[in-house]
Structures are given as structure tokens and as C-alpha cells.
């Protein structure tokens, strides 16, 4: 599934700095991460499991210098989605 993270961001400096080394588990992908210019908003979309795997990923990294949001991705209504690693391979 493909799930949206959108970050409200207090501390940029920290919060980029906890994104660089985050380790993600083995079926989860962050495809893109568009930060706007000064580092303080993003939107994030991967692909994992479970909306919870998401979250416990980013608020273990940075929950506490971000407020974030998390949704699954309504792929019948999506548009320009990755292909899922599953598809391109199966």
C-alpha cells in the first residue's frame, strides 16, 4: 500500500538530519520526499505494509520536532503512483 506522510516541521535542522539516518524495514520504500524551500513543510509518499509502519518509523526519527499526518493512498483515485516493486517483479 502507499501511504502520504505530511510533516509540519519545528526544528529542520534536526528533522533532516533524523531523515538521513533512518533505517527502514525490509518491504518499506520512501519514494519521494518533497520538502518545500526552507525545510519547514513535506510530503512524503511510500510504501509499506500499513499506515502504521509509517508512523512508527517517522515519530521514532522525528516525531519530536515534527507534527505529522499519515494516510493511505487511494490507489483507484490516484494518479502518477510508482510502480510497487511487487508488479514490476511478479
Not at 20 to 46: F, I, K, M, Y
Not at 47 to 55: N, R
Not at 67 to 88: F, I, K, M, R, W
Request: negative net charge; aromatic residues 6%; hydrophobic residues 40%.
Amino acid at each position: 500500500m502507499y501511504v502520504i506522510a505530511i510533516h509540519a516541521i519545528d526544528d529542520p535542522k534536526a528533522f533532516w538530519e533524523a531523515a538521513q539516518s533512518l533505517q527502514l524495514p525490509e518491504g518499506t520504500t520512501l519514494h519521494t520526499v518533497s520538502p518545500n524551500e526552507d525545510g519547514t513543510r513535506a510530503v512524503c509518499l511510500w510504501e509499506s505494509g500499513s499506515v502504521g509502519v509509517v508512523e512508527g518509523i517517522v515519530e521514532g526519527g522525528a516525531g519530536d520536532v515534527s507534527t505529522n499526518e499519515y494516510y493511505a493512498v487511494n490507489d483507484g483515485n490516484a494518479v502518477g503512483l510508482p510502480v510497487s516493486a511487487a508488479v514490476a517483479t511478479g
